[in-house]
């Protein structure tokens, strides 16, 4: 995991994830990373939104994973002074809710990863992942991200890219899909939203980086059709 700022990641990240609704669209596999700075044990996770995260019932993950996915997400893209994280825009509930559909091929990687990255977490810094600082927390997925982290099937950071893309999705994504709640990724991007007609003051505003967001999902116009998946709203 390379030590950069979250916005060299907005950066690489870039608008074009969250223009594109559905999941099955875009694959992300870039081994851009944010680590935050240290906090409590745990990491930083905002107890507003795990508790809303948790609100929902799992789809996919058994509620161990579910928190041990809430701690991972909580340091790849933190809560800092930019605004919310990855927490807050509930990637979680993205992943669970893809697995069960468009994700459903990538569940059996999540479930042996996962274990993988707790025992390696136990067996080379002493304690799950989730009772870590952030510091152990970080160092532990840099091991996992360079492949230096032993237990894995397939490698490490094969499992890293896999689960880094799709919090990218999961924080950047159209809402629809059970993440980027209330837009925070949107925001974070100053993305203006889903237009299906710009005005000529739209484009002026745009380019004076002055437009509103409208915070809107793609599926809020009856002119784009919902990718099929077994979740409709």
Request: aromatic share 8%.
């Amino acid at each position: 995991m390379t030590f950069i700022s979250r916005r060299d990641l907005l950066k690489r990240v870039g608008a074009a994830a969250a223009v594109v609704p559905a999941a099955r669209a875009f694959e992300t596999r870039g081994h851009a990373s944010s680590v935050g700075a240290d906090l409590p044990v745990g990491g930083l996770r905002s107890a507003e939104s795990v508790a809303q995260q948790s609100a929902a019932p799992l789809e996919s993950f058994t509620a161990a994973e579910a928190e041990l996915m809430d701690a991972i997400v909580a340091r790849l893209i933190p809560t800092d002074e930019h605004g919310p994280g990855a927490t807050e825009a509930h990637a979680v509930r993205y992943i669970d809710r893809a697995l069960g559909g468009a994700l459903a091929a990538s569940r059996p990687a999540y479930a042996a990863g996962l274990a993988a990255l707790d025992r390696y977490a136990h067996s080379s810094r002493g304690a799950a992942f989730t009772r870590l600082s952030a510091t152990d927390q970080d160092s532990v997925l840099i091991d996992v991200e360079t492949g230096a982290a032993t237990g894995f099937t397939g490698g490490s950071a094969a499992f890293f890219a896999m689960l880094l893309g799709h919090t990218h999705q999961g924080v950047f994504g159209d809402p629809y899909y059970g993440g980027n709640a209330n837009f925070v990724g949107w925001d974070l991007l100053a993305y203006p939203g889903v237009r299906t007609m710009v005005t000529s003051a739209d484009q002026k505003a745009l380019e004076a980086h002055q437009l509103k967001p409208n915070h809107r999902s793609a599926y809020d116009d009856k002119s784009f059709t919902k990718a099929s998946h077994d979740h409709e709203a």
